[in-house]
């Protein structure tokens, strides 16, 4: 019997415009799961940050987070894939500071995950990031440049005006793998910058070797899910998706403030 590996995007996708799973979506998932259907997602948020959002999904299976950069174990929050830059996320960095962009620094330091930022150089777009995430134990704002080069480095997110990041997303979009779009809820421009072999397909694409699956069918909403669209072998776009992700997709479903996924699951599974 054929295994199928179902892979959703949460914001966007999954998630209402509230920022979390609904409780049709909840019930429906946690149900078809129980049943046997083997479900994931694949999100740009942290694992910290998707955990909130989901808190009524009970699927204790690996998890796909920051774009593919890690693949974590929901149930024990083990890692079992993971990705980082090499010694060149310093001149990275020191290239975006000298132009005046102030990154948001994702890395490991000291056996913990930290996001590092010059406290006296936030644009209003990262402060809006900030604010959402008060008390949050990753928090590291730093007083110097020279501290966000600290730890293993995993992922960098540029915020502010899309004229201002447009040039470095070209720069870097051959080097590094980027993602480059318009944030749903504050409507800020994020380009975020990850090592080169990371992206969703390629994480879904192991997830799904490591589970034993033969098929991947995806759901999504945005630009950064256009890889998964294509090495899915179904893959399925909420209404509300950019145009660019449609054109890619087996079909169109309902929105995401519909349930659409949810619903396709129901009648699909």
């Not at 001149?91 to 962009?101: A, F, P, Q, R, T």
């Not at 870097?172 to 072999?197: A, G, S, W």
Request: aromatic residues 12%; glycine residues 6%; negative net charge.
């Amino acid at each position: 019997m054929m295994k199928t590996l179902y892979v959703s995007d949460l914001d966007g996708t999954l998630l209402g415009s509230d920022q979390k799973t609904s409780e049709y979506t909840n019930r429906i998932i946690n149900a078809l799961t129980d049943r046997g259907m083997i479900f994931s997602y694949a999100t740009a948020r942290s694992f910290v940050t998707a955990q909130k959002v989901t808190a009524g999904l009970n699927a204790k299976i690996p998890l796909i987070v920051y774009n593919g950069t890690f693949v974590i174990e929901n149930s024990m929050e083990k890692m079992l894939m993971s990705n980082y830059f090499e010694d060149n996320a310093n001149s990275l960095i020191d290239d975006l500071l000298k132009n005046g962009i102030f990154p948001i620094v994702y890395s490991f330091t000291d056996s913990c995950e930290r996001f590092s930022y010059i406290r006296d150089c936030c644009t209003p777009a990262m402060e809006k990031f900030i604010s959402l995430r008060k008390g949050d134990r990753r928090d590291n704002p730093v007083s110097h440049r020279d501290m966000l080069y600290n730890g293993n480095i995993f992922y960098i997110n540029c915020m502010g005006d899309e004229r201002q990041l447009t040039p470095f997303y070209e720069q870097y979009r051959n080097t590094y793998h980027c993602v480059f779009q318009r944030d749903i809820y504050t409507k800020d421009y994020y380009l975020e910058i990850m090592p080169p072999q990371v992206s969703k397909a390629n994480a879904a694409n192991r997830l799904k070797k490591y589970l034993g699956c033969d098929r991947l069918i995806a759901f999504g909403d945005g630009k950064n899910d256009i890889d998964l669209f294509e090495t899915a072998d179904e893959c399925y776009a909420v209404k509300n998706a950019v145009e660019e992700l449609k054109l890619k997709a087996t079909r169109i479903i309902g929105s995401n403030d519909d349930d659409g996924v949810a619903k396709w699951l129901e009648k699909n599974y």
